[in-house]
């Protein structure tokens, strides 16, 4: 061990030379690392207390591409790091890899960083010990929080570089399980040795960019969703969810102040029986006059007594001040009868109408019923004011329910799409 | 609050605008999606000028 150097804001530095090709390697965890991988040969080897080097084996003899080269520095988790090591993992029997960096704290301590897809999370150890919901559950309950089961492996090591303060290759002996509660992971490691739980967050491209200043562009482009991706990174659900309460409720206010200001009542009530004079013509029919304090709606309710019979009912509502006229019309029609043993109906013999933002005037209705041949058929029209603009009220509270209705379904697409990931997916709830 | 709001700032403001669209609707008795008024001539329509299209032959009447 030679040369020891100081700089940057992390530990001190120190060298040693390459057993087997005699490069000299640079190591910055001075007292914890044993396990050297020449940046040259690819050796990795161990070196501990000035004893000779033994040779555990050779890496491939590619110059893996590192997004963080051995000695970067940086600043995460309030504190400078240094990216002392690197590993390149596979899933035992699968083609899924993935890297992790080994990050030297400023305090000593290590933590990682992990990359899968270009998503990101950092991995800190842990002294606490997680246990299953229950014997062979695959959920684990920790600080109010429910982390299911998203994975479970052993990994293969392809290839590393830097230094380590274990064996690395013993990694592929260990079990690894992995438990999600979205932007937080559990980890457990165990094999007949040892057991040991890990803590990890997500960790956005920007954020670390930012912590190792250098530009976003620079890091893999992420694809797919993260395991441990938020759905909803800035809590846009929470926040929605919360405001349309408040909306609805002041829909509601809002509603019940109008049925104040505005309350509705009737103006007209008028039962007619059609007549058809000497012509064989159906005759108009007028009916008495009625004040509108407007600006209104006014509500039509028709109704006709009808057996296998229509009635067709165009209305003008005429302002006796200005003339100024508003025409509808309306076809009431109900037919019924047995069929086949069975009772059949169909059509109304109701209806209604609104006409909107009538002013303020006395007015009549000119009501021109049609019918079918000469019959008489009693008819009734009721006209209130002010009605209840349901559709309004319908319209507001479906625009209301847009955002986050859509919000949902992407938090819903989002977890359909991460699970599709997962060998544990139907094993959720 | 107000941070948890500029989350969904437009949301927020569609929102209240929505709402100011409602009230204001509510107020002067307007159905925002149209209502039963079939008068082309609405405007400036005034007695006799105002055809009637029944279509079983009725004829227009006025006061």
């Given at each position: 061990m030679i040369d020891m150097a100081t700089f940057g804001?992390?530990?001190?530095?120190?060298?040693?030379?390459?057993?087997?090709?005699?490069?000299?390697?640079?190591?910055?965890?001075?007292?914890?690392?044993?396990?050297?991988?020449?940046?040259?040969?690819?050796?990795?080897?161990?070196?501990?207390?000035?004893?000779?080097?033994?040779?555990?084996?050779?890496?491939?003899?590619?110059?893996?591409?590192?997004?963080?080269?051995?000695?970067?520095?940086?600043?995460?988790?309030?504190?400078?790091?240094?990216?002392?090591?690197?590993?390149?993992?596979?899933?035992?029997?699968?083609?899924?890899?993935?890297?992790?960096?080994?990050?030297?704290?400023?305090?000593?301590?290590?933590?990682?960083?992990?990359?899968?897809?270009?998503?990101?999370?950092?991995?800190?150890?842990?002294?606490?010990?997680?246990?299953?919901?229950?014997?062979?559950?695959?959920?684990?309950?920790?600080?109010?929080?429910?982390?299911?089961?998203?994975?479970?492996?052993k990994a293969d090591i392809l290839n590393a570089a830097g230094e380590f303060d274990w064996n690395i290759l013993d990694d592929k002996t260990l079990s690894v399980s992995e438990y999600i509660n979205p932007p937080y992971m559990l980890i457990s490691e165990e094999d007949d040795k040892r057991s040991d739980w890990y803590e990890a967050h997500y960790i956005s491209q920007v954020d670390l960019a930012k912590a190792f200043a250098i530009d976003k562009q620079s890091l893999p482009a992420s694809y797919g969703v993260g395991a441990?991706?938020?759905?909803?990174?800035?809590?846009?659900?929470?926040?929605?969810?919360?405001?349309?309460?408040?909306?609805?409720?002041?829909?509601?206010?809002?509603?019940?102040?109008?049925?104040?200001?505005?309350?509705?009542k009737q103006l007209l009530n008028e039962s007619f029986r059609t007549e058809v004079d000497s012509a064989g013509a159906v005759k108009p029919v007028i009916t008495s006059s009625f004040d509108v304090a407007g600006s209104a709606a006014l509500n039509f309710d028709l109704s006709a007594t009808l057996a296998n019979a229509w009635i067709e009912l165009p209305i003008t509502l005429v302002n006796e001040q200005s003339g100024r006229v508003y025409e509808f019309t309306k076809t009431l029609e109900y037919y019924h009868g047995v069929e086949s043993g069975e009772s059949w109906s169909e059509g109304s013999s109701t209806d209604n109408a609104v006409l909107s933002r009538i002013p303020s005037g006395r007015y009549h209705l000119n009501i021109y019923p049609a019918i079918e041949g000469v019959r008489l058929i009693p008819f009734r029209v009721i006209v209130e004011q002010n009605t209840t603009l349901t559709s309004n009220l319908v319209g507001i509270l479906v625009l209301l329910a847009i955002f986050p209705a859509y919000l949902f379904w992407s938090r819903q697409s989002f977890e359909t799409r991460r699970w599709s990931n997962s060998d544990f997916a139907d094993k959720e709830e | 609050m107000l941070k948890e709001l500029s989350k969904i700032k437009y949301y927020v403001v569609a929102a209240l605008v929505a709402l100011g669209v409602f009230m204001w609707a509510g107020l002067t008795g307007m159905r925002l999606m149209g209502d039963d008024n079939e008068s082309v001539e609405n405007q400036n329509s005034y007695y006799g000028n105002s055809g009637h299209s029944g279509g079983h032959g009725s004829r227009f009447y006025h006061k």
């Amino acid at each position: 061990m030679i040369d020891m150097a100081t700089f940057g804001q992390t530990s001190p530095s120190a060298t040693l030379p390459c057993p087997k090709c005699q490069t000299t390697i640079t190591y910055y965890d001075v007292s914890g690392s044993l396990y050297y991988v020449c940046p040259n040969c690819y050796t990795f080897f161990k070196y501990e207390n000035g004893e000779p080097p033994e040779i555990l084996t050779d890496f491939p003899n590619t110059n893996p591409s590192l997004v963080f080269p051995i000695g970067t520095e940086g600043y995460l988790n309030n504190q400078f790091v240094r990216v002392v090591g690197f590993i390149h993992k596979q899933e035992a029997g699968t083609s899924y890899n993935w890297t992790e960096h080994m990050l030297l704290q400023q305090d000593g301590r290590y933590v990682q960083l992990a990359e899968y897809q270009g998503h990101w999370m950092v991995i800190e150890p842990t002294e606490r010990i997680y246990r299953q919901f229950s014997p062979g559950s695959n959920y684990i309950d920790a600080d109010g929080k429910s982390y299911k089961l998203f994975n479970r492996y052993k990994a293969d090591i392809l290839n590393a570089a830097g230094e380590f303060d274990w064996n690395i290759l013993d990694d592929k002996t260990l079990s690894v399980s992995e438990y999600i509660n979205p932007p937080y992971m559990l980890i457990s490691e165990e094999d007949d040795k040892r057991s040991d739980w890990y803590e990890a967050h997500y960790i956005s491209q920007v954020d670390l960019a930012k912590a190792f200043a250098i530009d976003k562009q620079s890091l893999p482009a992420s694809y797919g969703v993260g395991a441990i991706e938020p759905a909803d990174p800035e809590d846009r659900w929470g926040a929605a969810f919360a405001f349309t309460g408040m909306m609805l409720v002041a829909v509601i206010v809002a509603q019940v102040i109008l049925n104040i200001v505005k309350p509705s009542k009737q103006l007209l009530n008028e039962s007619f029986r059609t007549e058809v004079d000497s012509a064989g013509a159906v005759k108009p029919v007028i009916t008495s006059s009625f004040d509108v304090a407007g600006s209104a709606a006014l509500n039509f309710d028709l109704s006709a007594t009808l057996a296998n019979a229509w009635i067709e009912l165009p209305i003008t509502l005429v302002n006796e001040q200005s003339g100024r006229v508003y025409e509808f019309t309306k076809t009431l029609e109900y037919y019924h009868g047995v069929e086949s043993g069975e009772s059949w109906s169909e059509g109304s013999s109701t209806d209604n109408a609104v006409l909107s933002r009538i002013p303020s005037g006395r007015y009549h209705l000119n009501i021109y019923p049609a019918i079918e041949g000469v019959r008489l058929i009693p008819f009734r029209v009721i006209v209130e004011q002010n009605t209840t603009l349901t559709s309004n009220l319908v319209g507001i509270l479906v625009l209301l329910a847009i955002f986050p209705a859509y919000l949902f379904w992407s938090r819903q697409s989002f977890e359909t799409r991460r699970w599709s990931n997962s060998d544990f997916a139907d094993k959720e709830e | 609050m107000l941070k948890e709001l500029s989350k969904i700032k437009y949301y927020v403001v569609a929102a209240l605008v929505a709402l100011g669209v409602f009230m204001w609707a509510g107020l002067t008795g307007m159905r925002l999606m149209g209502d039963d008024n079939e008068s082309v001539e609405n405007q400036n329509s005034y007695y006799g000028n105002s055809g009637h299209s029944g279509g079983h032959g009725s004829r227009f009447y006025h006061k």
